[in-house]
């Protein structure tokens, strides 16, 4: 049963600490979202990767967030430092996608994050 | 910019009815169109892809609709269930992108 997987499941943090999400993304998939979701804004897209090289960071805070995948089965994103207001669940998506084909997108079941 | 609005933001019925989720999208230029349901404090999970070339797309229950020229889709849900509650997302990929534009959600819910 192939599934996105994300770790850990829940944090809560001190401001100013360095907060890192891993996911695994499904294999064979080339194509890694990362998106935060909040009451207020629901779903933004944070940033997203195609065969490992990222394409778009530019939902990101550049100062804080950071975004890599060292391998095709490794995602992670990085807050340094956290803020209460990064506080929010976080959820990493993969999908197999070629020119305008695309399988569909699954997600993980993310990370809730809560900076105190 | 796409645009994704689904009305309404909340919706109850009861048991038993059949019933239709709206999402609308500005730009009728997409690859494809998603459903999505989401449980509360869990993850996303996929119901139906509708491709651009396609008018619907069907799995049990769930019908999904995509009308491109009108901007618009429908998921219909037949003989609605209190397992149905839940708030179901829509999401369209732009042309020459790889992302996923949202919308907002319809929160379900299903009464006994």
């Known amino acids: 049963d192939a599934r996105v997987t994300q770790t850990p499941r829940d944090k809560v943090t001190e401001m100013g600490q360095e907060v890192t999400m891993r996911c695994q993304p499904i294999?064979?998939?080339?194509?890694v979202f990362w998106y935060r979701q909040t009451m207020m804004q629901g779903l933004e897209l944070l940033a997203y990767f195609r065969n490992r090289a990222p394409l778009d960071d530019s939902g990101m805070p550049k100062d804080r967030f950071s975004a890599e995948m060292p391998d095709a089965t490794l995602a992670t994103l990085k807050i340094q430092p956290s803020e209460p207001r990064d506080s929010a669940v976080y959820f990493c998506?993969?999908?197999?996608?070629?020119?305008?084909?695309?399988?569909?997108?699954?997600f993980g079941q993310g990370t809730r994050l809560t900076v105190v | 910019k796409q645009e994704v609005t689904q009305i309404p933001a909340a919706l109850s019925v009861p048991e038993g009815e059949n019933l239709v989720l709206n999402c609308s999208f500005t730009d009728s230029a997409i690859y494809n169109l998603q459903w999505f349901r989401q449980d509360p404090g869990k993850g996303l999970t996929s119901l139906l892809l509708?491709?651009?070339?396609?008018r619907e797309q069907t799995s049990g229950r769930l019908n999904a609709s995509l009308d491109k020229s009108s901007g618009r889709s429908t998921l219909y849900i037949a003989a609605s269930q209190p397992g149905d509650s839940a708030t179901y997302l829509c999401a369209v990929r732009p042309p020459g992108a790889q992302k996923l534009v949202f919308g907002q959600g319809t929160r379900l819910t299903i009464n006994p």
């Open positions: 294999l064979g998939h080339n194509t």
């Open positions: 509708i491709q651009s070339s396609q």
């Open positions: 998506a993969s999908a197999r996608i070629l020119g305008s084909q695309n399988t569909e997108a699954f």
